[in-house]
């Protein structure tokens, strides 16, 4: 079983915000990345760090951490936003996990 | 353009071995770890482990310890993951993914996956 959990599906109305949450023990030490995959296709990394979008990710992704909670929001989310989403971070024995995955449906 | 190009599609027998393979180009090969992701149909990520294609120093999830053997060969730019004897239950998309680090004021603070391949899919069915 996963040390980060996630909803496993959130929805949201084309150009409203969204936010994807990954909670684990490891968050508080240790900053999320983020992957974006679509069927069919590898992931993508979205975000990393305190808040880092990687060159061609648009800026309407951001990241944020509070405690043991790291979240993904997407500020006006599009149609092609519509994707699974896995948040990776560290686990208890400095290894590295990804979350369980939240699939995003964009109405 | 930095990538990394992974091996084609297999299928095998159960109890086969198989070794796929994981090219990275564009940039220091030794620079960076690699590591593997297997996706399992229908199911989310798994961090297998890394390598270190300098040394090869390697770091298994202990989900994967024993089961599966990562290695790299510097001279060709090239990582590897292979089995032994293979089961159904290996029947998966296997994803290979350059580790970068995330620093601020001299702390590492996170890894996070910048490059990835396309994924292999290996099925095992008899």
């Known amino acids: 079983s996963s040390e980060l959990t996630q909803d496993p599906a959130v929805s949201v109305a084309l150009g409203q915000t969204v936010r994807i949450t990954c909670q684990g023990d490891?968050?508080?030490?240790?900053?999320a990345s983020w992957y974006q995959q679509k069927p069919g296709q590898a992931p993508v990394l979205v975000i990393y760090?305190?808040?880092n979008r990687p060159s061609g990710i648009p800026d309407r992704f951001s990241g944020s951490s509070s405690g043991n909670t790291a979240s993904l929001t997407i500020t006006g989310a599009q149609a092609e936003d519509e994707a699974d989403y896995y948040c990776?971070?560290?686990?208890?024995?400095?290894?590295?996990?990804f979350g369980g995955g939240t699939k995003l449906t964009v109405l | 353009e930095v990538q990394l190009v992974q091996s084609g599609a297999e299928v095998k027998k159960p109890g086969e071995s198989l070794k796929i393979s994981c090219k990275g180009s564009?940039?220091?090969?030794?620079?960076?770890?690699i590591g593997w992701v297997r996706q399992m149909p229908g199911k989310g990520l798994e961090w297998m482990g890394i390598?270190?294609?300098?040394?090869?120093?390697?770091r298994y999830s202990p989900s994967f310890q024993g089961q599966v053997t990562m290695s790299a060969d510097k001279s060709i730019s090239t990582a590897y993951l292979q089995w032994s004897s293979l089961k159904a239950s290996d029947t998966a998309m296997y994803y290979c993914?350059?580790?970068?680090?995330?620093?601020?004021?001299?702390?590492?603070?996170?890894?996070?996956?910048?490059?990835w391949g396309k994924g292999t899919t290996v099925t095992v069915s008899s």
């Open positions: 993914a350059r580790r970068s680090e995330y620093w601020i004021d001299g702390n590492l603070l996170s890894y996070y996956m910048d490059v």
């Open positions: 564009g940039y220091s090969f030794t620079s960076y770890w």
């Open positions: 390598i270190q294609p300098g040394d090869s120093d390697t």
């Open positions: 490891s968050l508080r030490t240790s900053y």
């Open positions: 760090g305190k808040n």
């Open positions: 990776k971070s560290r686990d208890s024995s400095v290894q590295e996990v």
